[in-house]
């Protein structure tokens, strides 16, 4: 069993960037971001393999950016030109099968969850 622990969240205005961490209790294949903005569907954010292949959703293709740091089993995403439709409550996923980075697959596909955090951005 592997625990995730979002933390950066938190709120900005629009243009603003914020930095979400995900720590990770143990070994895993493939990490993602989702998120939930309020009365919408979650969807995938980025996606990272533990080779290093990187998926991005287009609506944040260019302005944010995720990362990781093996050794300490860490996820990273760096948001940058936050806009009021980035408000969403932010999910660190992650699974043990292998993620090409062809595409985002969908959440259910992710073996563990962490709780959640929050960003808003106002305008």
């Known amino acids: 069993q592997v625990q995730l622990v979002e933390s950066g969240g938190g709120s900005v205005q629009a243009g603003g960037s914020l930095r979400l961490s995900c720590a990770a209790s143990g070994y895993t294949s493939c990490m993602a971001w989702f998120r939930q903005p309020p009365g919408k569907e979650r969807e995938g954010v980025a996606l990272?393999?533990?080779?290093?292949?990187?998926k991005y959703a287009d609506s944040v293709k260019g302005r944010f950016v995720i990362s990781q740091d093996t050794a300490k089993n860490t996820l990273f995403l760096q948001m940058n030109s936050l806009q009021p439709e980035d408000t969403a409550m932010y999910y660190c996923?992650?699974?043990?099968?292998?993620?090409?980075?062809?595409?985002?697959?969908?959440?259910?596909?992710?073996?563990?969850w962490g709780q959640g955090t929050q960003v808003t951005v106002s305008s």
């Open positions: 996923v992650a699974r043990n099968a292998y993620c090409s980075g062809a595409y985002l697959p969908p959440i259910r596909d992710f073996t563990w």
């Open positions: 990272i393999s533990r080779l290093g292949a990187i």
